[in-house]
């Protein structure tokens, strides 16, 4: 899982400037904004090739999406000054709850 844990980490980090760049693009416009994130995009989800393949489709996805999910959540909070509501928040501690059920470990409970 470590080497698995990498590879969601540099997908996401690239998933966050891809968004980040996106945001960029609909505040400011221009053409080269957006095709810079769609190249971000791009590489971001060839990174995550290699999580699908340490973990499979169904957790590979869940995790990202739980990982972007509050990555995305803090960048727009910290950086571009946007404010979630408690219930936005209690969705974003569901989704972890949630991801961390469906990637715990196989021989736990099974």
Request: charged share 5%.
């Given at each position: 899982m470590s080497q698995t844990f990498l590879?969601?980490?540099?997908?996401?980090?690239v998933f966050m400037a891809a968004?980040?760049?996106?945001k960029l693009h609909v505040t400011s416009?221009?053409?080269?904004?957006?095709?810079?994130?769609?190249?971000?995009f791009c590489i971001g989800?060839?990174?995550?090739?290699?999580?699908?393949?340490?973990?499979?489709?169904?957790?590979a996805i869940a995790m990202s999406?739980?990982?972007q999910m509050v990555a995305i959540s803090i960048l727009a909070v910290v950086v571009f000054g946007e404010r979630l509501s408690a219930m936005q928040w209690a969705g974003v501690g569901l989704g972890v709850i949630a991801v961390a059920l469906i990637?715990?470990?196989?021989?736990?409970g099974a």
């Open positions: 590879w969601l980490t540099a997908s996401t980090v968004n980040s760049v996106l416009g221009g053409y080269g904004l957006l095709a810079g994130a769609l190249v971000l989800n060839t990174l995550m090739v290699q999580v699908m393949r340490g973990e499979g489709l169904g957790v999406v739980i990982f990637a715990w470990p196989k021989g736990a």
